[in-house]
């Protein structure tokens, strides 16, 4: 079964704090995501990436950056933590090219507060 | 633009009872099309998909899809509800936008199970 793990569950930050979530998949996946999940707005996508060192910019990347060094590492950065930042954060992977023919598995989520 | 809806924000069902959860995309081109399924306190999991080939497709749990392509539908079927598919249902469409290939989720349909 395919794992994608999240580091943290909850994450309580300042504002004008810079974090840093963390997700890992373990089964090689070519392609990693970072949505973004509030109520009544489904989920938006904020990055994504079909290979190493290659990123590009979803809906929503205004206040976010990432990182992937290694294939199986996808992390998202918040470069000044805001309020309107606090929300459900879920890392996704996928098989194969191009992304949207293959189904996502999600990570359990991070839930982040901005105080 | 690509965009799906879920009409109803909030379904209740006793269970035993049938339920059908309604999904309406706009997209130019023959979809790609999902169901998701997110439990309290978890990420989401492919429940079903669609990319061509027999309308009505069969998925986990006991969920079934139907694809109508006049009316611009995928609907997610169940005929008898179990407490345990109380959960948050998310209706995707993979499509490519802004020249990336990516899923568009819906808002989300919340069910809860009366005993």
């Known amino acids: 079964d395919v794992k994608v793990t999240q580091s943290s569950r909850y994450l309580v930050k300042r504002t004008g704090e810079k974090v840093f979530l963390e997700c890992v998949q373990d089964m090689d996946h070519e392609n990693m995501f970072w949505y973004r999940q509030d109520p009544g707005l489904g989920l938006r996508l904020i990055y994504f990436?079909?290979?190493?060192?290659m990123k590009e910019k979803g809906d929503i990347p205004e206040g976010y950056s990432v990182s992937r060094e290694k294939k199986e590492r996808f992390s998202l950065i918040l470069e000044s933590a805001s309020t309107n930042q606090t929300s459900m954060y879920l890392c996704?992977?996928?098989w194969g090219p191009g992304g949207i023919g293959s189904p996502l598995h999600f990570g359990n989520g991070t839930r982040l507060t901005v105080t | 633009a690509q965009s799906v809806t879920q009409p109803d924000i909030h379904i209740t069902v006793s269970e035993g009872a049938s339920l059908e959860l309604r999904c309406n995309y706009s997209y130019g081109a023959t979809p790609y099309l999902f169901w998701y399924v997110q439990s309290p306190g978890q990420g989401l999991q492919l429940l079903l998909k669609y990319f061509s080939g027999d309308t009505l497709v069969q998925g986990i749990k006991g969920f079934e899809a139907e694809f109508k392509r006049s009316q611009s539908s995928f609907n997610l079927r169940k005929p008898s509800v179990h407490w345990s598919d109380a959960a948050e249902y998310f209706c995707a469409v993979g499509a490519r936008s802004g020249g990336y290939n990516k899923l568009i989720f819906g808002a989300g349909t919340r069910l809860a199970v009366h005993p």
């Open positions: 990436s079909y290979d190493v060192k």
């Open positions: 996704a992977s996928s």
